[in-house]
Protein backbone atom coordinates (compact mmCIF):
# COMPACT_ATOMS: atom_id res chain seq x y z
CA UNK A 1 0.00 0.00 0.00
CA UNK A 2 2.35 2.35 -1.16
CA UNK A 3 1.10 5.25 -3.30
CA UNK A 4 4.75 7.16 -3.95
CA UNK A 5 7.30 4.91 -4.81
CA UNK A 6 10.83 6.22 -6.72
CA UNK A 7 12.58 3.60 -8.67
CA UNK A 8 16.44 4.31 -9.69
CA UNK A 9 17.49 2.96 -13.08
CA UNK A 10 20.22 2.50 -14.48
CA UNK A 11 19.44 2.49 -18.30
CA UNK A 12 22.48 0.41 -19.81
CA UNK A 13 20.31 -2.66 -17.61
CA UNK A 14 17.16 -1.51 -19.10
CA UNK A 15 16.36 -5.47 -18.70
CA UNK A 16 15.74 -4.98 -14.77
CA UNK A 17 12.69 -1.95 -14.83
CA UNK A 18 10.28 -4.36 -16.01
CA UNK A 19 10.91 -6.66 -12.54
CA UNK A 20 11.33 -3.56 -10.77
CA UNK A 21 7.63 -2.41 -12.36
CA UNK A 22 6.03 -4.94 -11.16
CA UNK A 23 7.28 -5.34 -7.61
CA UNK A 24 6.52 -1.39 -7.66
CA UNK A 25 3.00 -2.40 -9.02
CA UNK A 26 2.55 -5.02 -6.25
CA UNK A 27 3.42 -2.40 -3.68
CA UNK A 28 0.83 -0.16 -5.10
CA UNK A 29 -2.06 -2.89 -4.44
CA UNK A 30 -4.12 -1.95 -5.99
CA UNK A 31 -4.56 2.27 -5.20
CA UNK A 32 -3.58 5.30 -7.26
CA UNK A 33 0.46 5.65 -7.32
CA UNK A 34 2.65 7.21 -9.30
CA UNK A 35 5.93 5.74 -9.65
CA UNK A 36 8.48 8.05 -10.15
CA UNK A 37 11.43 6.42 -12.38
CA UNK A 38 14.92 8.41 -11.97
CA UNK A 39 18.28 8.13 -13.65
CA UNK A 40 21.19 10.24 -12.11
CA UNK A 41 24.13 10.67 -14.61
CA UNK A 42 26.95 10.57 -12.95
CA UNK A 43 29.34 11.47 -15.96
CA UNK A 44 30.41 15.04 -14.36
CA UNK A 45 30.96 14.02 -10.99
CA UNK A 46 34.65 14.79 -10.72
CA UNK A 47 34.00 17.61 -13.70
CA UNK A 48 37.58 16.43 -15.01
CA UNK A 49 35.99 17.28 -18.21
CA UNK A 50 34.38 20.73 -17.52
CA UNK A 51 36.89 22.96 -19.86
CA UNK A 52 35.90 21.16 -23.04
CA UNK A 53 32.26 20.69 -22.33
CA UNK A 54 29.29 21.28 -24.46
CA UNK A 55 26.73 21.95 -22.90
CA UNK A 56 24.23 21.10 -25.84
CA UNK A 57 25.71 17.46 -25.69
CA UNK A 58 24.57 17.00 -22.08
CA UNK A 59 21.00 18.51 -23.28
CA UNK A 60 20.99 16.10 -25.65
CA UNK A 61 21.96 12.85 -23.27
CA UNK A 62 18.89 14.28 -20.80
CA UNK A 63 16.84 14.55 -23.21
CA UNK A 64 17.29 10.86 -24.64
CA UNK A 65 17.87 9.69 -20.81
CA UNK A 66 14.45 11.04 -20.03
CA UNK A 67 12.24 9.64 -23.32
CA UNK A 68 14.00 6.24 -22.86
CA UNK A 69 12.28 5.89 -19.19
CA UNK A 70 8.78 6.98 -21.00
CA UNK A 71 9.64 4.43 -23.02
CA UNK A 72 9.83 1.80 -20.81
CA UNK A 73 6.94 1.54 -18.99
CA UNK A 74 3.69 2.01 -21.04
CA UNK A 75 1.67 -0.97 -20.23
CA UNK A 76 1.02 -0.63 -16.57
CA UNK A 77 -2.26 -0.59 -14.86
CA UNK A 78 -4.39 2.48 -14.80
CA UNK A 79 -3.97 3.45 -10.96
CA UNK A 80 -0.21 4.04 -11.58
CA UNK A 81 1.32 6.94 -13.17
CA UNK A 82 4.60 7.52 -14.54
CA UNK A 83 6.75 10.62 -14.08
CA UNK A 84 10.79 10.22 -15.50
CA UNK A 85 13.13 12.42 -13.24
CA UNK A 86 16.68 13.19 -14.60
CA UNK A 87 19.76 14.24 -12.08
CA UNK A 88 23.60 15.11 -12.17
CA UNK A 89 25.41 13.74 -9.58
CA UNK A 90 26.44 10.58 -7.61
CA UNK A 91 23.74 8.01 -7.42
CA UNK A 92 23.73 7.51 -3.74
CA UNK A 93 22.84 11.00 -3.02
CA UNK A 94 20.68 11.86 -5.80
CA UNK A 95 18.38 8.65 -5.40
CA UNK A 96 18.50 9.87 -1.31
CA UNK A 97 17.73 13.96 -2.07
CA UNK A 98 14.82 12.90 -4.44
CA UNK A 99 12.97 10.64 -2.17
CA UNK A 100 13.29 13.17 0.85
CA UNK A 101 12.13 15.84 -1.74
CA UNK A 102 9.23 13.73 -3.48
CA UNK A 103 8.56 12.39 0.36
CA UNK A 104 8.39 9.08 -1.31
CA UNK A 105 6.92 5.73 0.42
CA UNK A 106 9.55 3.30 -0.98
CA UNK A 107 12.32 3.32 -2.68
CA UNK A 108 12.60 0.07 -5.12
CA UNK A 109 15.88 -0.33 -6.50
CA UNK A 110 18.36 -3.00 -8.22
CA UNK A 111 21.77 -4.26 -6.08
CA UNK A 112 24.28 -6.45 -7.68
CA UNK A 113 25.89 -9.24 -5.90
CA UNK A 114 28.53 -7.77 -3.87
CA UNK A 115 31.85 -7.94 -4.76
CA UNK A 116 35.40 -7.32 -3.47
CA UNK A 117 35.05 -3.50 -4.33
CA UNK A 118 32.12 -2.95 -2.78
CA UNK A 119 33.75 -4.27 0.46
CA UNK A 120 36.09 -1.40 0.57
CA UNK A 121 33.98 1.67 -0.65
CA UNK A 122 30.22 0.42 -0.67
CA UNK A 123 27.48 0.33 -2.87
CA UNK A 124 25.02 2.77 -3.65
CA UNK A 125 21.97 0.36 -2.70
CA UNK A 126 24.06 -0.08 0.81
CA UNK A 127 23.92 4.09 1.16
CA UNK A 128 20.39 4.68 0.33
CA UNK A 129 19.31 1.62 2.50
CA UNK A 130 21.34 3.19 5.61
CA UNK A 131 20.19 6.76 4.73
CA UNK A 132 17.21 6.32 3.12
CA UNK A 133 14.03 8.26 4.41
CA UNK A 134 11.71 5.46 3.81
CA UNK A 135 11.21 1.63 3.06
CA UNK A 136 13.85 0.27 0.34
CA UNK A 137 13.53 -2.97 -1.13
CA UNK A 138 16.61 -4.39 -3.23
CA UNK A 139 16.34 -6.58 -5.68
CA UNK A 140 19.24 -8.52 -5.84
CA UNK A 141 20.71 -9.23 -9.55
CA UNK A 142 23.83 -10.60 -10.41
CA UNK A 143 25.33 -9.61 -13.55
CA UNK A 144 27.74 -12.54 -13.93
CA UNK A 145 24.09 -14.81 -14.06
CA UNK A 146 22.27 -14.08 -17.60
CA UNK A 147 19.05 -16.06 -15.93
CA UNK A 148 18.04 -13.29 -13.93
CA UNK A 149 14.64 -13.27 -12.61
CA UNK A 150 14.61 -17.15 -12.69
CA UNK A 151 15.75 -19.76 -9.69
CA UNK A 152 18.85 -20.74 -9.97
CA UNK A 153 20.22 -23.50 -7.82
CA UNK A 154 23.76 -23.47 -7.12
Avoid at 16 to 34: F, N, S
Avoid at 84 to 111: C, F, K, P, W
Amino acid sequence: MYSNILIPLDLSHKEQVLELAQIATALAAGIPAKINLLYVDQSFVHRAGDPQFDGNLHEGHRKEALQEMEDLLCDLPDNIKVMTLYRDGTAHDQILETAERLNSDVIVMMARKPGISSYFIGSNAERVVRHAPCSVFIVRGDESDSRLGQTVSK
